[in-house]
């Protein structure tokens, strides 16, 4: 399941910096990504606050399994992110659809 949320952090991670491109804000590290995500577009309420939380909640939890010993996810943390990340990258692609 680590291998679950690592694939569902970088596939919001590549949405979320498309989105920030698509917008001319740079950001140089992952956590210039989801800082400059969360202030440009979640605080401004263009992205459902819920869903913030969900990149920021797969940020941290990518770094724990990716870098941390004996952090093993289930399955009630990793198929309710699997809906809510299809949900975020819907929400993306259609701010980067808009003129």
Not at 9 to 20: Q, S
Not at 27 to 42: D, I, M, P, S, W
Not at 67 to 72: A, E, N, R
């Amino acid at each position: 399941m680590n291998s679950c949320i690592n694939r569902l952090y970088y596939a919001c991670f590549y949405a979320v910096n498309a989105l920030l491109i698509k917008h001319g804000i740079e950001a140089k590290t992952h956590n210039g990504v989801k800082t400059l995500f969360l202030k440009e577009f979640v605080l401004t309420n263009k992205i459902n606050k819920e869903l913030g939380k969900l990149y920021a909640d797969l940020f941290d939890w990518r770094q724990a399994g990716d870098y941390t010993d004996f952090i093993i996810f289930k399955e009630d943390i990793v198929l309710p992110a699997l809906e809510k990340t299809n949900e975020l990258i819907i929400e993306i692609e259609t701010l980067c659809r808009q003129a």
